[in-house]
């Protein structure tokens, strides 16, 4: 399982127009791409332009390959990208351990 974690930068006062775009994008665009498994959504406290994605693939292809060179990948954009005030940042991680309560 990969992680896929993007930061971007949100124009001023369009915060809930933005959350809205992106849940109806992650529900109808990125939960049909191959590989998807999960999604989250956070929000900035000491800077409340930021927004991070998390976002669950099965395999680092499954984003890279098959969602950002296929056709899903510029409806993803045209929901979203209209909101960003800079280009987001995006890494990939892959998990070394996790311990829960």
């Known amino acids: 399982?990969?992680?896929?974690?993007?930061?971007?930068?949100?124009?001023?006062?369009?915060?809930?127009?933005?959350?809205?775009?992106?849940?109806?994008?992650?529900?109808?665009?990125?939960?049909?791409?191959?590989?998807?498994?999960?999604?989250?959504?956070?929000?900035?406290?000491?800077?409340?332009?930021m927004y991070t994605l998390l976002i669950h693939w099965e395999t680092l292809e499954d984003h890279t390959v098959g969602f950002r060179e296929g056709p899903l990948y510029p409806l993803w954009r045209s929901h979203i990208e209209a909101f960003f005030a800079g280009k987001p940042e995006v890494f990939h991680w892959s998990q070394v351990f996790a311990i829960k309560a």
């Open 1 to 49: 399982m990969i992680l896929e974690i993007a930061s971007i930068e949100i124009l001023a006062h369009k915060h809930d127009e933005f959350e809205g775009a992106i849940k109806f994008a992650v529900e109808t665009v990125l939960s049909t791409a191959k590989g998807f498994n999960s999604f989250q959504l956070q929000h900035g406290i000491e800077n409340p332009n």
